[in-house]
């Protein structure tokens, strides 16, 4: 499976931005979560929001909660995160992530098999 992570950019706080990872080489159907992750100069990588694909369960973590929104498109083959009133400390490189499993550890990055190239997220106050 190849992630194709896109995107990014340089916006300002308050803005929104939408990011999107194609898969290929294997539907997302056939897989069984698919997340993103972030992570800033000098820190780890850290757990975003996570989707199970096979019934649509999502989970985000607490700094993200009620801003962002992970979703898929089936046809496209792609899953996205939308993300709305960008605060400077969302400034990170943004990697999607997924794996076979539908019972993946959700917030460990280790339990991803597939990981997409990553894409800069730059909010300016």
């Known amino acids: 499976v190849q992630l194709q992570a896109s995107g990014g950019g340089l916006v300002q706080a308050g803005d929104s931005l939408r990011l999107s990872c194609a898969a290929s080489?294997?539907?997302?159907?056939?897989?069984?979560?698919a997340a993103w992750f972030r992570q800033a100069p000098g820190k780890e990588r850290e757990f975003v929001a996570r989707i199970r694909l096979r019934n649509n369960n999502t989970a985000y973590s607490a700094s993200v909660k009620g801003r962002f929104t992970i979703s898929r498109d089936n046809a496209e083959n792609t899953v996205y995160l939308q993300m709305n009133s960008l605060k400077p400390e969302d400034t990170a490189v943004y990697y999607c992530?997924?794996?076979?499993?539908?019972?993946?550890?959700?917030?460990?990055?280790?339990?991803?098999?597939?990981w997409g190239q990553g894409t800069q997220v730059t909010v300016s106050s």
């Open positions: 992530a997924a794996d076979p499993s539908g019972l993946v550890i959700t917030a460990t990055p280790g339990s991803y098999d597939y």
């Open positions: 080489g294997r539907t997302l159907s056939s897989l069984g979560t």
